[in-house]
C-alpha cells in the first residue's frame, strides 16, 4: 500500500510570494497534520484537520492556513514567504483514534526561502 | 503538556542493545509516552507506545518507570538503520496522538 505521499519535494520561492504544498494521506485516513521542522530542531505542529474540520493549530501566523478535501487530501498554504519560513514540512496522517493514534509521515517538502 | 529530557546524543556498537532514557517527571497519571524516531532525510516513524505496564513490538521494547516518571526504549541489536534521532512524546489519555510535540530528541550513532 502507498503510504503517506507529498509534493513537490523541494521548492524553492522568494519572499513575499505564496507556497501551496499538497499531501495525500493513506487510504482510509482521515485526519491530516502538518508540521514544520527547521533544521536542527524537532518538528513543530502546525494544523490538524479531521473529516474536512480543523481540529487543532499550533503557534503559527495567519499567514498559514490549511484545508482538507472530500478525498482526505490537504493542501497547507503559506503566504507573503519570510526567509524564516525556510524549513521542512511534513504531513501525517492517521485513522484519528485518539491518544493511542499512530501518526504516519510523509517524506516532507524541502521549502527554501531566498 | 508534559516536559521530557532526553540525552542529545548516544552512540552503540552495531548489534548491540541500546538503552534510550527520557525523563518525564510532569507527567500525568493518564498520559500515554510515545516513541518515534527520525532517520536522516526522513519523515518521522512511529516505535512504540505505552501508558503503565512494558510493552514489546517488533522494533523495540519500551520499559517504564514504575513512578512513570521516566521510560526508556530498549533497542535489543541496533544495526547501522537504527542510527536516528529518537523523540519521547507523552500524549494525554484525552487528547489526540495528531498534534505531537516533539522535543530536541536523542541522535543516536551507530558504529561497527
Known amino acids: 500500500d502507498a503510504g503517506v505521499t507529498q509534493s513537490p519535494t523541494h521548492l524553492i520561492k522568494t519572499r513575499g510570494q505564496h507556497v501551496t504544498l499538497r499531501c495525500s494521506p493513506i487510504?482510509?485516513?482521515?485526519?491530516v497534520s502538518w508540521y514544520q521542522q527547521v533544521l536542527g530542531q524537532g518538528p513543530q505542529f502546525i494544523f490538524q484537520y479531521y473529516e474536512k474540520e480543523e481540529r487543532g493549530r499550533g503557534n503559527f501566523p495567519d499567514r498559514f492556513s490549511a484545508r482538507q478535501f472530500p478525498n482526505y487530501s490537504s493542501e497547507l498554504n503559506v503566504n507573503a514567504l519570510l526567509l524564516g519560513d525556510s524549513a521542512l514540512y511534513l504531513c501525517a496522517s492517521s485513522l484519528g483514534q485518539g491518544s493511542t493514534d499512530t501518526q504516519y509521515f510523509g517524506p516532507g517538502t524541502r521549502l527554501t526561502v531566498l | 503538556d508534559a516536559k521530557t529530557t532526553q540525552p542529545n546524543s548516544m552512540e552503540s556498537n552495531e548489534e548491540e542493545p541500546v538503552h534510550l532514557p527520557c525523563n518525564h517527571s510532569t507527567i500525568s497519571g493518564t498520559d500515554y509516552i510515545h516513541w518515534y524516531r527520525q532517520l536522516p532525510s526522513q519523515g518521522p516513524e512511529y516505535v512504540i507506545h505505552?501508558?503503565?505496564s512494558n510493552v514489546n513490538n517488533r522494533m523495540a521494547s519500551l520499559a517504564i518507570a514504575e513512578d512513570r516518571k521516566s521510560s526508556t526504549l530498549i533497542l535489543h541489536r541496533a544495526t547501522l538503520r537504527d542510527a536516528a534521532v529518537y523523540y519521547c512524546i507523552p500524549i494525554p489519555w484525552t487528547g489526540t496522538a495528531s498534534k505531537l510535540t516533539f522535543g530536541t530528541g536523542t541522535r543516536l550513532q551507530v558504529t561497527l
Open positions: 505505552g501508558l503503565t
Open positions: 487510504s482510509g485516513h482521515k485526519s
